[in-house]
Nanobody, 121 residues
Framework: QLQLVESGGGLVQPGGSLILSCVAS????????MGWYRQAPGKQRELVAT???????NYADSVKGRFTISRDNAKNTVYLEMNSLKPEDTAVYYC???????????????WGQGTQVTVSS
């Protein structure tokens, strides 16, 4: 069974930092793009950052220069380093990945269950 498990969320003061991790597990051939999305109360889920298997990154304008996405393909893990956090970064952060279960099969998209990040003094 394919699974994405996030960790690293918590409560942090404005201006602080957090690092989120997401580990992919299960039986699969490869992972293509991985990414982080977030959803604040009363708002739609939005893209934070994505990274391809080759390391090409994409960021939302609101986090450029403050957040860094990276991945360790050997560990099937994607990270999100968040610096200079603001109260408006408060949200549930979700990990997302495209799995290829078997060679020749299409990619299947999966979501993690989310980890809460709260930025408050």
């Amino acid at each position: 069974q394919l699974q994405l498990v996030e960790s690293g969320g918590g409560l942090v003061q404005p201006g602080g930092s957090l690092i989120l991790s997401c580990v992919a597990s299960g039986s699969f051939f490869s992972i293509n793009a991985m990414g982080w999305y977030r959803q604040a109360p009363g708002k739609q889920r939005e893209l934070v950052a994505t990274i391809t298997s080759g390391g090409v990154t994409n960021y939302a304008d609101s986090v450029k220069g403050r957040f860094t996405i990276s991945r360790d393909n050997a560990k099937n893990t994607v990270y999100l380093e968040m610096n200079s956090l603001k109260p408006e970064d408060t949200a549930v952060y979700y990990c997302n990945a495209d799995f290829k279960v078997r060679l020749g099969r299409p990619y299947v998209n999966y979501w993690g269950q989310g980890t809460q990040v709260t930025v408050s003094s």
